[in-house]
């Protein structure tokens, strides 16, 4: 750990993300608590399929606190989240065996990240990137200022909205290779599967995605379980 680093963590000790006690171990992405208790996908109930892509695979289901962490990443602002919702996604990756030659984001339209001050898939890509020794390259920009996905009723409205809202950053040609597409959460896959089609046709192998939680299907089917459990 760096000298600037320590220092922070005595100034302004770490907590958790998930339910914001502090952090024993600076250097681990949650307390034992949450790694015990938080809505963990493993095997195949952590990949969703998303057209364009290979698959899209997630560490946790977007419910209880998980989904109070990441709208608390997004819009309290808390950009610090960014580093370790980005090893666990990493981990996640290792996990699943998701092999790719670099990562990418999909990006937020520029209005939107002058208001928030930063964009949560970046954060979270140059940390997944760290962890998996794999360059991160902006490839995408989002070329129209949409509503955000989580205020549209269902998958048609917010494949609707994503369409034609993202394009290739000019210039960038991506030679073939594996490019691990990363965002905060999925849910309908609109968001990632209209990023997914334009780095295909910017000369992409193959797209894998790679997100915190997933929303809707295996992420509800397991809250329903526990709920009647």
Same mark, same amino acid.
């Given at each position: ?11 302004? !000790? ?11 171990? !600076? ?11 938080? !809505?963990?996908?493993? @095997?195949?109930?952590?990949?969703? &399929? ?32 960014? &580093? ?12 699943? @065996? ?17 208001? &928030? ?6 954060? *979270?890509?140059?940390? %997944? @990137? ?7 390259? !902006? ?12 205020? *549209? ?28 597409? %990363? ?15 334009? *780095? ?30």
């Amino acid at each position: 750990m760096r000298v600037g680093e320590a220092l922070l963590d005595l100034l302004f !000790p770490p907590k958790c993300p998930f339910c914001q006690r502090l952090l024993h171990d !600076p250097r681990a992405p949650l307390c034992p608590n949450c790694q015990a208790s938080l !809505p963990w996908l493993t @095997g195949r109930a952590g990949e969703r &399929r998303v057209d364009f892509t290979q698959g899209c695979w997630s560490p946790l289901a977007y419910q209880a606190q998980v989904r109070e962490a990441v709208q608390r990443y997004k819009f309290a602002p808390a950009p610090a989240y960014g &580093r370790p919702f980005g090893l666990l996604m990493a981990q996640c990756a290792r996990d699943q @065996g998701v092999e790719a030659e670099l990562v990418t984001w999909a990006p937020l339209s520029k209005k939107r990240r002058r208001k &928030r001050g930063f964009d949560q898939g970046e954060l *979270l890509a140059r940390t %997944v @990137g760290e962890c998996l020794a794999l360059p991160v390259l !902006p490839l995408l920009e989002k070329s129209r200022h949409t509503v955000p996905q989580s205020s *549209l009723p269902d998958g048609a409205a917010r494949r609707a909205n994503a369409l034609g809202a993202y394009s290739l950053l000019p210039g960038r040609r991506i030679e073939g290779g594996r490019v691990l597409l %990363v965002d905060d959460v999925v849910t309908s896959g609109a968001t990632l599967s209209e990023c997914a089609r334009l *780095l295909c046709q910017g000369g992409a192998k193959q797209v894998l995605c790679l997100t915190l939680a997933q929303a809707g299907e295996g992420g509800d089917k397991l809250e329903n379980n526990r709920n009647n459990g």
